[in-house]
């Protein structure tokens, strides 16, 4: 009799000890880390690594929106990103928030469809051994409302992320080994002043750092340049204990450096303006001790024409000044820590001139080729 009642006691203590298994976060792990002002894929490594990467912001829309284009798209095209060589993928998650009560039961439909198929994205990518960039994007739910949104509420969406429960392991995404950091908002989202964005970012950055003690946080810095007047706000940004990394972006032809009917001619007036760019985010770098992320490297294929193969020799071209530079970092420890290049769509998708198809085969070695030296070590 008391054998039965130690089983029966054993049995119904067994979900308690399930859901405790499922949500324990002092397991040690290997994530990532930052090491004096450089990243480790490991606390228990001394290697200090230098990686590239690949921008797909369609993914989770894409299967949020369709389901199944899951299987059909996305999966086989980050199966056929890895045998390429290239592991490090970089994902939009666009959330909404409501600005209005009558709003906000749709935000909420929206945003489950976004997080069950980051999930999904997310375990398959955890399968494959790679690793992924989760950049939260939180817009308003009602274009038609001026003005900003409760930054609680912006909490909320963000921490309600890092808990999404993946659907077969039911692992958190803060328990996921494949995420590789978080990328919260732009600086335009937040704030309508600097001492504002500073101190909504602390808020939600302390408050995701709280939910997921285990993976990087940054900042988004959006798609536009920043002066040097902008880097008195970024100081105070990445200035946060919260913020483990600084983001930049890489945007010649948007920033007017080259032009469209003369991408290869105006290459070296771009290198000498990237270097001077660079330069300055390095020195910025090396004097807060922490590393430094190109979030988006873009040039637009050659004429800049639309189509999957059409030629891409100034773009590759740009794309091996950056990958030098990576290189030489990883020689002498002392610049860009990582890289992710263009935009990865799927030849069915609409087509864009910085678009990076399947077919471009040989950017896509460009990009792989960092990864590769990483490997041979």
Sequence with gaps: MKLIKIALLCLSALPLLVWAAANDTSEKKDYACVKNGRFCLSPRSATLVVFSGINYPSAVEMVA???ATFKEVVQPNLDYLSSQ?????????????ALRHDKRNMAKAENDSVLAALALIVEH?????QYVVLCLNCEPANDSMIGGYDVEDYNAVVCQTAKCKMPKSRKS????????SWEIGRFESMGISSDDAVADYARVLASLKQTDPNHLVSISCGNRRHSRA???LMDDLMNLPEVDYINMNLLPLEWKWTNTSSLYQTLPNVYIKAQEYFDDYLRFSRRINKPLIVSEIS????????EPKSPVDARNSCFNFVT??????????????AAFFGIFIDETEKHVPSAIYASDTQTLSEIALQKEKEKSK
Aim: charged content about 20%; glycine content about 6%; proline content about 6%.
């Design 65 to 67: 929106a369709h389901p």
């Design 85 to 97: 060589g290239v592991t490090f993928v970089r994902l939009n998650v666009p959330l909404k928030i």
């Design 125 to 129: 990518v955890e399968q494959l051994h």
């Design 173 to 180: 995404l803060f328990q996921s080994s494949a995420v590789f």
């Design 230 to 232: 902008d880097l008195t």
């Design 299 to 306: 040039y637009p294929r050659d004429r800049n024409h639309f």
């Design 324 to 337: 030098n530079k990576l290189k030489q970092s990883e020689d002498d420890g002392n610049g860009l820590s």
